[in-house]
């Protein structure tokens, strides 16, 4: 599976639960990779004028689910370099962003539940779904089947971040692009 190439821009988009490693990795993959990196839940808050846990305390779910697909497609539709994308947890969870990315390469970034509760709970206060075990536990569960639905699977425990990046840039052959494929036009389809 090669990157698609949509308005001369290619991108790749990170998903897994919270605490996952999507900034961490999405960041060092920018880098090794001279592209941009966005994370979309910031997205999400410089369109609100709001913080995740204020949108979710004060408006709710649902309110953030829709403010998020927005951001995800103005995001897509206003791509001008070569990006890694971190999408938030749930972001994947609805068939509307899946359907938005299905042109786009993903990479499901897989822990063990353990570990991930582990990460979250040292970080609750900026995490609005991770502050109860049993909930916690009940949402990894179900969104489990749609992050499996991303091109591409890199398990991260107990590997470093370099053997990350490197597994994901193999998996996608993201180091054998000229630059002059960045400039051209595209069908849409896998390259």
Request: proline letters at 4%; glycine letters at 8%.
């Amino acid at each position: 599976m090669g990157i698609v190439i949509a308005m001369g821009v290619r991108a790749v988009f990170l998903v897994g639960f919270m605490g996952s490693g999507k900034n961490t990795v999405g960041q060092e993959l920018a880098r090794r990779l001279a592209w941009e990196f966005v994370d979309l839940d910031a997205c999400i808050e410089r369109r609100e004028r709001q913080t995740i846990p204020d949108i979710f305390r004060e408006k709710g779910e649902p309110a953030f689910r829709v403010a998020e697909a927005s951001a995800l497609r103005d995001l897509l539709s206003s791509l001008r370099r070569n990006s890694v994308v971190a999408l938030g947890g749930g972001a994947f969870a609805h068939a509307e962003n899946r359907e938005l990315l299905r042109n786009w390469p993903s990479v499901f970034l897989d822990a063990p539940l353990d570990e991930l509760w582990l990460r979250c709970s040292q970080d609750a206060s900026q995490r609005p779904l991770g502050k109860d075990r049993k909930h916690f536990v009940e949402l990894y569960w179900s969104r489990l089947p749609f992050y499996r639905e991303s091109t591409v699977t890199v398990t991260t425990s107990g590997k470093e971040l370099p053997s990350i990046c490197s597994e994901i840039e193999g998996a996608l052959r993201l180091g054998q692009w000229p630059e002059s494929l960045g400039s051209r036009e595209s069908t849409g389809e896998s390259q």
